[in-house]
């Protein structure tokens, strides 16, 4: 099973800063099948990113994704007071598909 | 309007079982594989099963293997995900998930496009 790490648990910001979300895989993701997705409090999951760096239907130009093999990133540029959220990596190379325990986003 | 809608989930002793349901609108069923994903509450995201376009694939997590069946009725557009032997941590939101296919090869990725609202399973006696 490929185990994914996300750092940091927390990320304590202001609108308008920029922020850089790290997912560590414990193996090659094969042909770089990662996801990103958001999620607010009592809502489900939102994609934002797949294949590593392709963004979603209507995920603005902010979102950004980059990476390979073991080392992901999902950058913000400029956080909107609607970006505060929790985010999610999701590996799906290879069975079982698993996410990363998750990087919250919150106001500073 | 393109929409997944769960339902069956509520409270049922360990050891019981349960029967999601999945309805599916606004698009072609039949033309993409789905998934379940589950997510204990306060904790991050599970994914718990998938399964084929046609369902004649399945795919289980090791926690739910021999436990769980997925299934599909493409003539009625509505996943199942039959749960037997419940346990406590089998608590959580239960998402029902769509993965799209690609484009040129028709074959599926799996990742989640569009997700239902969820519904909630607790095991509890």
């Known amino acids: 099973e490929i185990v994914l790490t996300q750092s940091p648990g927390t990320l304590s910001l202001s609108p308008g800063e920029r922020a850089t979300l790290s997912c560590r895989a414990s193996?090659?993701?094969?042909?770089?099948?990662l996801a990103w997705y958001q999620q607010k409090p009592g809502q489900a999951p939102r994609l934002l990113i797949y294949?590593?760096?392709s963004r979603a239907t209507g995920i603005p130009d902010r979102f950004t994704g980059s990476g390979s093999g073991t080392d992901f990133t999902l950058t913000i540029s400029r956080l909107g007071p609607e970006d505060f959220a929790v985010y999610y990596c999701?590996?799906?190379?290879?069975?079982?598909?698993?996410f990363g325990p998750g990087t919250k986003v919150d106001i500073k | 309007e393109v929409q997944l809608v769960e339902s069956g989930g509520g409270l049922v002793q360990p050891g019981g079982s349960l029967r999601l349901s999945c309805a599916a609108s606004?698009?072609?069923?039949?033309?993409?594989?789905m998934n379940w994903v589950r997510q204990a509450p306060g904790k991050g995201l599970e994914w718990v099963s998938g399964?084929?376009?046609?369902?004649?694939?399945?795919y289980y997590a090791d926690s739910v293997k021999g436990r769980f069946t997925i299934s599909r009725d493409n003539s009625k557009n509505t996943l199942y995900l039959q749960m037997n032997s419940l346990r406590a941590e089998d608590t959580a939101v239960y998402y029902c998930?769509?993965?799209?296919?690609?484009?040129?090869?028709?074959?599926?990725?799996?990742?989640?496009?569009?997700w239902g609202r969820g519904t909630l399973v607790t095991v509890s006696s």
């Open positions: 606004g698009f072609t069923f039949g033309t993409y594989a």
């Open positions: 998930a769509k993965s799209p296919r690609d484009i040129l090869t028709g074959s599926s990725h799996w990742y989640f496009d569009l």
């Open positions: 193996q090659s993701v094969s042909s770089s099948y």
């Open positions: 999701q590996q799906y190379g290879r069975t079982p598909f698993t």
């Open positions: 399964i084929s376009r046609s369902g004649a694939d399945t």
């Open positions: 294949g590593a760096s």
